[in-house]
């Protein structure tokens, strides 16, 4: 039986996000717009390079947006995200895996912090108790607090318009 998928109507896109700490700050991306999407802030992260694993992408985002270099084994996966159609305009659902990371003193000294020319966008270190005031994406609002409380996860979030329809969430015990 064939189906948009196999029928190569739909693409699922693979990429991670990354959330990574400083004592109770976190690393947030203020993105730029482009493509027609609004510049919001963000996880830093993007898609999946081909034959590249989940965890060599979050180590090559990380170094590319936040010119900061991490190895492997500091990454602790926080959860899977799946968003169907999230760029309809390319009939494409997104795949994402979710991982989080305390920064060391040397690291988080490296990365260009409020630096507007920052390819894409300006990095901050936000305390958490602030990144929920922030404009996020929807559906970002309501999976943070589990990334912050280290609490894993799995969620689809469905986007029409660039809001958040309907979303299923649930903790991973």
Same mark, same amino acid.
């Given at each position: 039986?064939?189906?948009?998928?196999?029928?190569?109507?739909?693409?699922?896109?693979?990429?991670?996000?990354?959330?990574? &700490?400083?004592?109770?700050?976190?690393?947030?991306?203020?993105?730029?717009?482009?493509?027609?999407?609004?510049?919001?802030?963000?996880?830093?992260? =993007?898609?999946?390079?081909?034959? +590249?694993?989940?965890?060599?992408?979050?180590?090559? +985002? &990380?170094? +590319?947006?936040?010119?900061?270099?991490?190895?492997?084994?500091?990454?602790?996966?926080?959860?899977?995200?799946? *968003?169907?159609?999230?760029?309809?305009?390319?009939?494409?659902?997104?795949?994402?895996?979710?991982?989080?990371?305390?920064?060391?003193?040397?690291?988080?000294?490296?990365?260009?912090?409020?630096?507007?020319?920052?390819?894409? =966008?300006?990095?901050?270190?936000?305390?958490?108790?602030?990144?929920?005031?922030?404009?996020?994406?929807? =559906?970002?609002?309501?999976?943070?607090?589990?990334? *912050?409380?280290?609490?894993? *996860?799995?969620?689809? *979030?469905?986007? +029409?318009? =660039?809001?958040?329809?309907?979303?299923?969430?649930?903790?991973?015990?």
């Amino acid at each position: 039986m064939s189906n948009a998928y196999s029928e190569g109507r739909q693409k699922v896109i693979p990429a991670v996000l990354l959330y990574a &700490f400083s004592g109770t700050e976190v690393l947030m991306l203020n993105a730029r717009a482009k493509d027609g999407m609004p510049g919001k802030w963000n996880g830093l992260g =993007g898609k999946l390079d081909p034959g +590249e694993t989940p965890l060599q992408a979050a180590v090559r +985002e &990380f170094e +590319e947006e936040a010119s900061c270099r991490t190895d492997e084994s500091q990454w602790k996966w926080a959860g899977q995200l799946y *968003f169907p159609n999230f760029k309809a305009h390319k009939a494409e659902d997104w795949w994402v895996t979710v991982y989080t990371t305390e920064l060391t003193a040397e690291q988080r000294s490296s990365i260009p912090l409020n630096d507007p020319l920052q390819p894409e =966008g300006s990095l901050h270190l936000v305390p958490l108790s602030r990144v929920l005031c922030l404009d996020l994406w929807e =559906g970002d609002a309501k999976f943070l607090p589990l990334v *912050f409380d280290r609490v894993p *996860f799995q969620g689809t *979030f469905f986007y +029409e318009q =660039g809001r958040c329809s309907r979303h299923q969430l649930s903790p991973i015990k």
